[in-house]
């Protein structure tokens, strides 16, 4: 019993906390917040983000012009509780991996 009420009053600390900062400025730091993403979650999307940047600047040193192929991918492998296209703009807003996601802004509305 201790442990659920420890775990709702976390839970409501940090339903405060976000109240004090600009969560618009911060969009990808909300997504994972209010879909509850676990930590190992969280850094298993860092792990994915970080192979896909590896592989976008091996690909553009090779001279590829289309990087759609790693957005599929990007978007495949995603945690089923996040949503591929507010992920890109909330991560780019946020700037995670700028560059990438710029690329696939490009793929996404072009």
Not at 44 to 62: S, V
Request: proline letters at 3%; hydrophobic letters at 40%; glycine letters at 4%.
């Amino acid at each position: 019993m201790e442990n659920i009420e420890y775990h709702d009053t976390i839970h409501f600390y940090l339903q405060l906390l976000s109240k004090t900062i600009d969560m618009n400025r911060y969009p990808f730091t909300r997504m994972v917040i209010e879909t509850h993403l676990t930590r190992a979650e969280y850094d298993e999307l860092m792990q994915l983000l970080n192979k896909l940047h590896q592989q976008y600047m091996m690909q553009k040193e090779e001279g590829f012009l289309d990087f759609s192929s790693l957005l599929v991918q990007f978007a495949g492998m995603l945690n089923e509780k996040l949503d591929p296209n507010t992920a890109v703009y909330a991560l780019k807003k946020e700037g995670c991996y700028p560059s990438l996601m710029a690329e696939f802004i490009k793929v996404l509305e072009g």
